[in-house]
């Protein structure tokens, strides 16, 4: 069975950096990997996605300031984030067998719990 553990959340001010990372076992598809958040009253986001080949995708909310990465086995997923700001405090996510386009596939696509971030003006 599947797992996916975020680590790495925590306060930070806007301007500062933080580093996400998923630790993923039990999963047994190639699949596309991702980061999604969720903000209190709004709807889940995804924002960077990390395919088979390498190739990666931010939301435009994230482009130029989070970077996606993953160790050679894709056993861990990491987040690096960039030049934080409040709009960025949410529930961050990963998530494992996506579709390659980084959609989520009913019955396939597994969860972690969820690592809150907060940035602070």
């Known amino acids: 069975q599947a797992q996916l553990m975020e680590s790495g959340g925590g306060s930070v001010q806007a301007g500062g950096s933080l580093t996400l990372s998923c630790a993923t076992s039990?999963?047994?598809?190639?699949?596309?990997l991702g980061w999604f958040r969720q903000a209190p009253g709004k709807e889940r986001e995804g924002i960077a996605y990390?395919?088979?080949?390498?190739?990666?995708k931010y939301a435009n909310s994230v482009k130029g300031r989070f970077t996606i990465s993953s160790d050679n086995f894709k056993e861990t997923l990491y987040l690096q984030m960039y030049k934080l700001i409040p709009e960025d405090t949410a529930m961050y996510y990963c998530?494992?067998?996506?579709?390659?386009?980084?959609?989520?596939?009913?019955?396939?696509?597994?969860w972690g719990q969820g690592t809150q971030v907060t940035v602070s003006s």
């Open positions: 998530a494992a067998g996506l579709s390659r386009e980084g959609r989520v596939v009913p019955g396939l696509t597994a």
């Open positions: 039990g999963y047994k598809y190639s699949s596309t």
């Open positions: 990390l395919d088979n080949d390498g190739n990666t």
